[in-house]
């Protein structure tokens, strides 16, 4: 529903962090130095200075030795700075001695993970031991160091062309990209110093074109994307269409990893999250943004969409044993393995050992390692996989990645995977509870059903979730109920629509049904289902879905006393409010089934006590009773006298009520696509207020509510500020205002009379708020 809520997903795995002090240091480094002798401060300090203006030494390595020797023993580093210095000496011309640079990488490698300082007392003045090696690692020029190491083979390429020689270069790359990995992962401004310039950031791409140094090379790009993400134009990078060309299936999948990153607008605060910062920052925007650029970058590479949606459908080998048992392995496994970059690496092994569940001491009992591997790698790409293409159908390259998914049959693809593998994965393993996206097979629910609700928004398309039978279904409700036939029903490509019986939103619906009503895969299933209904009203759609007690279910789930989490309740009166609209069919049922005056009771202090998550049902309740009254008139005895809750919600004094409590919880400056669906169900209720000439009534209860509170102008200054952003954010955005105007089925124009009307500085005017507001206590705009 444009005008109400969004449902965007966002990640971000890596916290990051601000610079502190004028000189560059990382956070935690000025608080460090003052753990070192004062002599040592003053010349770390002009260290750093230099590498400002250039004068005097640059580089940590060009300490004296008799410092560094002094710093390491005070502070007990172990060797960790004369390491450094010893490796900065292969970085200087062709010499290369791979054996002792790969030793001496390894030993930074152990000094660098978390037991290396265990038993440092220095610690004490860092947030974690990792942070504080890193930090030490990075002050003695270390960070650049590996870099230069890395990307030596590239300045100075060996003559000795043999694969023993090679073997030798990407074993030493190896190891320096896991050493970058553990930098950037503990301290996130170092990926940013060291991504600008874009050497380091290309010479990753050139990398990745390595089978033995892909996933290494993915991991550092996507640990420097995640602390700046607009880091990375695709467009500029050598070579890229050829090099995404000769990715097999397993790269593909983990480059998605660092497409979604260079893909995504993530915001870094909530402040960012508000209507008003957006709106902002969209008019000082002079160019395309970069993630939208890197979007028209991927979708226009030959084949691209075509192999991740092979890769998302893709079944695993028939000759393999049940899933469940699979899954029932890998839970011991889970207990040590959490990343599918880890997967990788672990089957790469095994993939090339003749007896591979024999290289480890087997902790577990005798498990078939490979079998169970492939079936959690298969998981975790599709995780991946649905990730990206979820970003690509909601961006500015939608309708394009929309008529390729459905001529690729992504689709009925899905639709024959989904009973076989999507929602029969259950390992029983959390990470973080029971709601954890951390879990494999959750991620790979949450987002199949997330691509699931952006593949149906708006769009035609949707009807390719269904069978042909039930598209022969749809076709008989409306010749019985005498409609029009729709142009994305009568002429869809029947080849492209799910096989079988019942096609995908049939079993999502079936899904729903039988999940528990606090589950934590209810929310996506319910907007996947409410995706479908979105739009303008259909008639159609709504009785086929009320067949499927739909309506029932989801009233069963609202009055549920176990259920009281937001986002249920949220996406639950959503969708009750689409497939109500109206629909006098769907409230005869909601009479039918709230038989007591218990339920009903209980169901109104559900919308009352939730009013942010249901008042897009309370807007689809005005628009209905609005609708019987003055356009199918043959239910206005219906809506008027027998609906109790057509009743409840036309009475004056409740719409008041909902009025004066959506503005009172609502400011410009807290506006969130959360929220803003409150303002727009505000001006509902005053708009047909409007057209029986009773605003004037409305705007005086407001005043009245005000003087109740002792706070007179408060509510009334606050709606014409909202009011006037109103009109900055949806009057120059097309999309949201038609959106608006089908979804309420109100002229936009009468949205925009209606604004400015009560927005207006005529005091004589009853229908301006200004009229309501004491003169010394009215607000300029």
């Known amino acids: 529903m444009f005008g109400g809520r969004k449902t965007t997903p966002t990640f971000s795995r890596h916290q990051r962090r601000r610079r502190a002090g004028t000189l560059g240091f990382p956070e935690g480094a000025c608080a460090r130095l003052k753990y070192l002798p004062e002599g040592h401060q003053n010349v770390v300090r002009q260290v750093e200075l230099a590498k400002c203006t250039g004068r005097g030494l640059t580089r940590a390595i060009q300490l004296s030795a008799a410092f560094v020797e002094a710093v390491n023993t005070q502070q007990k580093l172990k060797d960790l700075p004369q390491i450094v210095r010893k490796l900065s000496q292969f970085t200087i011309g062709p010499w290369m001695d791979y054996h002792t640079i790969c030793r001496l990488l390894k030993e930074l490698r152990e000094l660098l993970t978390a037991h290396g300082f265990e038993d440092n007392p220095g610690v004490r003045w860092s947030n974690t031991t990792r942070a504080f090696n890193t930090e030490v690692f990075d002050v003695f020029d270390g960070s650049q160091v590996v870099i230069e190491l890395l990307m030596k083979p590239m300045l100075y390429p060996s003559e000795d062309k043999s694969a023993r020689e090679q073997e030798k270069v990407q074993r030493m790359q190896n190891l320096c990209l896991e050493i970058l990995h553990h930098v950037f992962a503990n301290v996130g401004i170092i990926a940013q110093e060291r991504g600008e310039p874009l050497d380091l950031v290309h010479y990753l791409f050139s990398l990745m074109a390595q089978q033995r140094t892909f996933l290494n090379a993915a991991t550092v790009l996507e640990d420097m994307l995640q602390v700046k993400k607009d880091m990375i134009r695709l467009e500029n990078i050598p070579n890229f269409p050829e090099l995404v060309n000769k990715f097999n299936q397993q790269q593909l999948a983990n480059f998605c990893r660092v497409v979604s990153v260079a893909m995504s607008e993530l915001s870094e605060s909530e402040d960012q999250l508000t209507l008003l910062y957006q709106d902002e920052a969209a008019k000082r925007l002079s160019t395309v943004p970069i993630p939208d650029c890197n979007q028209e970058i ?64 087997d902790p577990f009992g005798p498990i078939q390692v490979p079998m169970a591997m492939k079936a959690m790698r298969e998981i975790m790409y599709k995780v991946e996989v649905l990730y990206v293409l979820c970003i690509l159908i909601t961006g500015k390259q939608r309708n394009k990645v929309q008529e390729l998914m459905a001529k690729y049959k992504l689709i009925p693809r899905l639709n024959e995977l989904y009973e076989d593998l999507i929602w029969k994965c259950n390992i029983r393993r959390r990470v973080h509870g029971e709601a954890c996206e951390c879990s494999p097979e959750i991620a790979l629910k949450i987002q199949f059903l997330r691509l699931s609700h ?50 995908l939103l049939s079993k999502i619906i079936q899904t729903m049904k039988t999940e528990k009503p606090t589950s934590p895969f209810r929310f996506w299933l319910c907007r996947a289902v409410e995706s479908f209904l979105r739009g303008v009203t259909c008639f159609v759609d709504q009785i086929w879905l009320l067949r499927r007690g739909l309506l029932e279910h989801v009233l069963s789930v609202i009055i549920d006393p176990d259920c009281d989490n937001k986002e249920i309740l949220q996406s639950s009166f959503d969708l009750l409010g689409e497939l109500m609209k109206f629909n006098y069919n769907s409230f005869k049922r909601f009479s039918r089934y709230m038989d007591t005056e218990e339920k009903f009771q209980r169901f109104l202090k559900q919308v009352s006590s939730h009013l942010v998550d249901s008042n897009m049902f309370i807007r689809s309740v005005v628009l ?9 008139t043959e239910y206005s005895e219906f809506a008027t006298t027998q609906c109790r809750l057509l009743i409840h919600v036309g009475e004056p004094k409740n719409r008041t009520k909902f009025l004066c409590s959506l503005i009172n919880i609502i400011q410009v400056s807290t506006l969130t696509q959360e929220n803003v669906s409150c303002l727009n169900t505000a001006l509902v209720i005053l708009m047909f207020a409007r057209r029986c000439g009773s605003l004037p009534l409305y705007l005086q209860s407001l005043r009245e509510e005000e003087m109740r509170g002792y706070h007179p102008g408060f509510l009334l200054n606050n709606f014409r500020s909202l009011l006037r952003f109103w009109e900055s954010h949806y009057l120059r955005n097309d999309k949201e205002c038609c959106a608006l105007e089908k979804s309420s089925g109100i002229s936009l124009d009468y949205w925009r009379e209606t604004t400015l009307t009560m927005r207006g500085s005529d005091r004589t005017n009853v229908e301006s708020i200004v009229h309501y507001i004491d003169e010394p206590y009215v607000e300029e705009l």
Not at 624 to 632: I, R
């Open 454 to 503: 952006s593949f149906c928004d708006h769009h035609g398309n949707k009807y390719l979730m269904m069978s042909e039978s039930e598209l022969n279904e749809l076709g008989r409700i409306r010749a019985q109920a005498e409609l029009p036939a729709v142009p994305e029903v009568s002429d869809i490509d029947r080849e492209l629509v799910c096989k079988g019986e019942k096609g």
């Open 624 to 632: 209905s009773q609005e609708h019987f009254v003055t356009k199918q």
């Open 298 to 361: 991927l979708v226009a590479l030959p084949d691209f969409i075509q192999r991740l949606v092979d890769l998302a459908c893709r079944k695993l080998d028939e000759e393999q044993v049940s899933l469940p048992s699979m899954m029932n392995e890998l839970e011991s496994w889970m207990t040590w393995m959490d990343s599918s970059l880890a997967f990788d690496a672990l089957f790469e092994i095994l993939e090339n050992q003749d007896l591979a569940y024999e290289f480890l001491d």
